[in-house]
């Protein structure tokens, strides 16, 4: 009896099921398209704006793969920021194996351009770059700066140039407090005689492990810290450091000068370092 039943039921309700519509074979647009069809009322009084929606629908169906390449340059090479790293005025090109000094941006106040292959600083790498502070050349390749290639860095205060090949120094800015120059190939006939002499805020110099026959002249009152071991000096005079004529000038400001390595015997030369309120490190006997 209850089999009779449902087979009546069955049969009572046919005419009104439909069946299911076939799976679509459409893109994937006219999906978007038939799901809009359908529409709920607006929650909250705000209404949904459909072609809106499906221009954005539209734009996520094409290939995202398809990312755009960084523009090079004219010469070929890619944008400084992205060969190195470029932080808030700092340019970071550490270890880039580059050969010459990268186009900076004009805001850039920090470069360091470490341990690449870098051979010559022309008078045109940082003509358009005024307000660089610091410059760090450590470990390159560097023979030759062209003069006036630091003339325009007015802010410039420290310069360091160490372990490179330089034979000879540039004009160097007036505002420097540091300048390292250690690890070259210095000889005192590269150093013009007022190289220093105008340098009055430089407080750190150092200049150890070159060839210099003699200490530099006119050695700047703000002188802190001085380094020279290392050279082939063989003589000081007592205007070395100090000044023979005047037997009460104390050079006051000196915290360290060191000569060790050097063919010279400091003991032999007692006048020279009565300005100083400490003895330079070196051989005396």
């Known amino acids: ?15 009104w099921v439909k069946p299911a519509p076939p799976t679509p074979q459409s893109s994937r647009t006219e999906t978007f398209e038939e799901l809009w069809d359908y529409k709920e009322p607006p929650q909250n009084g ?17 290939d995202e793969s398809a990312t755009e390449r960084p523009a090079r340059s004219e010469d070929g090479e890619m944008p400084t920021c992205l060969l190195c ?56 390749l560097i023979e030759d700066i062209e003069d006036g290639a630091f003339s325009r860095l ?33 000889k005192s006939k590269g150093i013009k005689a007022n190289t220093f002499k105008k340098l009055h805020n ?13 200490v530099p002249p006119y050695l700047p009152e703000s002188l802190r810290v001085l ?5 082939n000096i063989a003589d000081v005079t007592d205007d070395t450091f100090c000044k023979s004529n005047d037997t009460r000038y104390i050079r006051s400001r000196v915290d360290e000068i060191r000569m060790e390595g050097n063919p010279i015997l400091l003991g032999k030369h007692p006048n020279s ?4 309120t400490r003895l330079p490190t070196g051989t005396y006997y």
Not at 2 to 10: D, E, Y
Not at 154 to 174: C, D, G, I, Q, Y
Not at 227 to 231: G, R, T
Request: hydrophobic fraction near 45%.
């Open 154 to 186: 007015l802010l410039l205060e420290e310069l360091t140039l160490a372990e490179n090949r330089l034979l000879k120094l540039p004009a160097l800015p007036a505002k420097l407090t540091l300048f390292n120059a250690r690890y070259n190939k210095l």
């Open 273 to 276: 370092f009565i300005c100083l």
């Open 85 to 140: 790293v470029c932080l808030s005025g700092s340019v970071y090109c550490e270890e880039t194996d580059i050969d010459a000094v990268p186009p900076l941006p004009k805001e850039t106040s920090y470069l360091y351009a470490r341990f690449n292959k870098i051979k010559k600083i022309t008078a045109k790498d940082f003509a358009e770059i005024p307000n660089l502070r610091r410059l760090d050349f450590t470990g390159n």
């Open 1 to 15: 009896m209850k089999t009779l039943q449902a087979a009546l039921l069955w049969f009572l309700l046919m005419p």
């Open 46 to 62: 705000e209404t949904t704006k459909k072609k809106d929606i499906m221009a954005i629908l539209h734009d996520l169906q094409k």
């Open 227 to 231: 380094h020279l071991q290392f050279n």
């Open 202 to 214: 430089l407080s750190f110099l150092y200049l150890d492990h070159n060839e210099l026959e003699s």
